[in-house]
């Protein structure tokens, strides 16, 4: 029989490598709204997938369920309230960024700031979890 405490290791454990996965997508999301138009004046080949809306649709897509299960295992485990507030709002950013075709003049900007704000919350709860060994 598993103790409780086996148990919170367990979710511990994986909450951190979703943490690890939910930056890696941020940083993803961050590396298409940034480094790819410079590629795009470069290589007229990158230019298509820099202003494919699939592929920030697709990442966001991505993004979200890793982020909601981390955020849903944090509420939880009564977690942070402030890593559950960055990461749905910086989610929401992208969300914002990839579908509200009314926002397109802001785009980069609402899904820069997003993802940064995303990232910044995993990278902190991950940073908490690995100095607190929890």
Known sequence: MNSPN????????QGRRL?????????LCLIHCLALPVLASALPF????????????????????????VVRTARSAGGSGLFVVAALAGLGLLFLGAF???LSAYEEL??????????????????RHRNHRE
């Open 19 to 27: 943490d690890l996965l939910a930056i890696g997508l941020s940083t």
């Open 110 to 127: 609402i899904t820069v700031a997003g993802a940064i704000l995303l990232a910044s919350a995993h990278l902190w709860r991950w940073l």
């Open 6 to 13: 086996a148990q919170l290791t367990a979710d511990s454990v």
């Open 46 to 69: 990158a230019a298509h997938f820099s202003e494919n809306e699939l592929v920030h649709k697709l990442l966001v897509l991505m993004a979200a369920p890793v982020s909601l299960i």
């Open 100 to 102: 509200v075709s009314a």
